[in-house]
T-cell receptor, first 112, second 113 residues
Framework: DAGITQSPRHKVTETGTPVTLRCHQTENHRYMYWYRQDPGHGLRLIHYSYGVKDTDKGEVSDGYSVSRSKTEDFLLTLESATSSQTSVYFC???????????FGQGTRLTVV | AQSVTQPDIHITVSEGASLELRCNYSYGATPYLFWYVQSPGQGLQLLLKYFSGDTLVQGIKGFEAEFKRSQSSFNLRKPSVHWSDAAEYFCAVGPYNNNDMRFGAGTRLTVKP
């Protein structure tokens, strides 16, 4: 299995609070992604990174920000959590653009 | 617009029966194509991929898929399903916007004893 660790694995938070999810990789892959998974929607890209300090928006980026200060770490921040952000969040990595991605185990986030 | 469609939300097959999961895509060029499997509470695992060359690709766990350009399809097949194949299956297409892949909504597979 690819070395990808997501933390925390589960979190319950209140509406309006900030939340940060962490993804850590040991594969030295250039590309890192954050997806959210919701029933009926598959996985939708939130943000991705193509290098240290290089990030870009995906298709559902509103309400989320990311940072990548080191190759191995990619952080996803919900500045002010809303109930619509209740979801399962997956981090993924890939060595090259659009090629096969390897996924973490996911973080189940509940916003109450 | 580029997109991925999995027409079947849920499929039930008997153990030992054959399986075909459908995937259709809309893409401006020859895409990279993938099938992933997700067991409950787990991340996604790559089953197989197509980049170029032979249009019939073999994957792990006895799965195969065939790229048909004329039909814009990349259907996943297995000749004999095992109870452990019960999971959700996702088709994906890339690169999208030159950097990532896009996923279909998934097909949930139930295997009857």
């Amino acid at each position: 299995d690819a070395g990808i660790t997501q933390s925390p694995r589960h979190k319950v938070t209140e509406t309006g609070t900030p939340v940060t999810l962490r993804c850590h990789q040991t594969e030295n892959h250039r590309y890192m992604y954050w997806y959210r998974q919701d029933p009926g929607h598959g996985l939708r890209l939130i943000h991705y990174s193509y290098g240290v300090k290089d990030t870009d928006k995906g298709e559902v980026s509103d309400g989320y920000s990311v940072s990548r200060s080191k190759t191995e770490d990619f952080l996803l921040t919900l500045e002010s959590a809303t109930s619509s952000q209740t979801s399962v969040y997956f981090c993924a990595i890939s060595a090259d653009r659009g090629t096969e991605a390897f996924f973490g185990q996911g973080t189940r986030l509940t916003v109450v | 617009a580029q997109s991925v469609t999995q027409p079947d939300i849920h499929i039930t097959v008997s153990e030992g029966a054959s399986l075909e999961l459908r995937c259709n895509y809309s893409y401006g060029a020859t895409p990279y194509l993938f099938w992933y499997v997700q067991s409950p509470g787990q991340g996604l695992q790559l089953l197989l991929k197509y980049f170029s060359g032979d249009t019939l690709v073999q994957g792990i766990k006895g799965f195969e898929a065939e790229f048909k350009r004329s039909q814009s399809s990349f259907n996943l097949r297995k000749p004999s399903v095992h109870w452990s194949d019960a999971a959700e299956y996702f088709c994906a297409v890339g690169p999208y916007n030159n950097n990532d892949m896009r996923f279909g909504a998934g097909t949930r597979l139930t295997v009857k004893p």
